[in-house]
């Protein structure tokens, strides 16, 4: 079982930055995919930011160019680094892992953390 906690979420004007952190509680191998997701009243939660198990990052189009997703291995700790920030920006941001072990896999998802852009 991992357990994933993130934090940095807030309050900032639209044109602010914020980093998002996501710790894993252990380090984990087998690693399918990791992310960030958000979600908003009403709607279903999207996916963000995100890392394949080739370590390639894609991106949401509507995050391209401003929003950038990193990681530390030694920390066992995703990043997203939030910059530009725009009122529809404004959601619940979630981090998910996707790890299979012995053919099975298995999804984490994080507890989520608000982010509010407005004036």
């Known amino acids: 079982q991992v357990q994933l906690v993130e934090s940095g979420g807030g309050l900032v004007q639209p044109g602010g930055s914020l980093r998002l952190s996501c710790a894993a509680s252990?380090?984990?191998?087998?690693?399918?995919?990791i992310g960030w997701y958000r979600q908003t009243p009403g709607k279903q939660r999207e996916l963000v930011a995100g890392?394949?198990?080739?370590?390639?990052?894609n991106y949401a189009d509507s995050v391209k160019g401003r929003f950038t997703i990193s990681s530390d291995g030694a920390k066992n700790t995703v990043y997203l680094q939030m910059n530009s920030l725009k009122p529809e920006d404004t959601a619940v941001y979630y981090c998910h892992l996707h790890t299979v072990v012995a053919g099975t896999s298995y999804f984490y998802w994080g507890q989520g953390t608000q982010v509010t852009v407005s004036s």
């Open positions: 252990r380090s984990t191998f087998s690693i399918k995919a």
């Open positions: 890392f394949s198990s080739g370590g390639s990052a």
